[in-house]
Structure formats: structure tokens, C-alpha cells
């Protein structure tokens, strides 16, 4: 449990990690199969359901900060965004009557039907 100061930037579904005086990162949480959790007042943690014993804890400066990256991180996942394509797709659907994927030719593809999962 050593603390350490880090830069950190959230690109789609990865969380990089800098050294404050280094433009490289360090290294990169997939945000995936992973649980965001508001621990204190300016404090979340991100552990991971096939590592529970694994938990990375970020101090913000605020707790309005704190909140703002809880909510960003939880929108980050692939499976989210999956389900809120299928989403909108639904609702796009239900208003034309017409599939707006199925110009794109991927209207079947499992990955975007409801009950589909990643193996």
C-alpha cells in the first residue's frame, strides 16, 4: 500500500499512467470486467472481479473531480458501450421502423444482439 503521485488519461477503455515528469506512460488498466467504487471523499478505487486482491486507489483534488472520473470510468467500458448501442439502436428502430445497422451489413453480427456475449 504505497502511495505515489501519477498522472493519469482515460483514451476509450484504457487508463494510462504517467510519472508526473516523464510524457511516456508507465503503464495501463483496461477498463474491463472491472468494478469503479467511490471509496472516501476525494478517493475511488478500481478492482478487478478476476483479481479481487488487486485494488488501485486515485486521490483527486476534489470531490466534485472524484465524482466527474467515477462517472467517466464507468462509462468506459466496451460492455457499456455495447449495451447503449443496442440501446439506441432499439429505440432507432422502434421511431423509423428500420434497422440502423443494417446498412452498414452488421445488423446479425451477435455482438450486437442483446443476449450476445464475448467468449
Not at 486521490?59 to 462517472?71: D, G, L, P
Not at 462509462?75 to 458501450?81: H, I, N, P, T, V
Request: hydrophobic share 35%; with cysteine.
Amino acid at each position: 500500500a504505497v502511495l505515489k503521485k501519477r498522472l493519469v488519461k482515460l483514451v476509450v477503455n484504457f487508463l494510462f499512467y504517467f510519472r508526473t515528469d516523464e510524457a511516456e506512460p508507465i503503464g495501463a488498466l483496461l477498463l474491463e470486467h472491472c468494478r469503479i467504487t467511490k471509496e472516501e471523499e476525494n478517493v475511488f478505487s478500481i478492482s478487478f472481479i478476476e483479481e479481487p486482491e488487486s485494488k488501485y486507489c486515485f486521490e483527486c483534488a476534489t470531490e466534485e473531480q472524484c465524482q466527474e472520473w467515477v462517472e467517466a470510468l464507468k462509462r468506459a467500458s466496451y460492455e457499456f458501450l455495447r449495451r447503449s448501442l443496442i440501446f439506441y439502436r432499439n429505440e432507432i428502430q422502434k421511431m423509423t421502423g428500420k434497422d440502423p445497422l443494417e446498412q452498414y451489413g452488421i445488423s446479425e453480427e451477435a455482438r450486437f444482439q442483446l443476449g450476445a456475449h464475448r467468449q
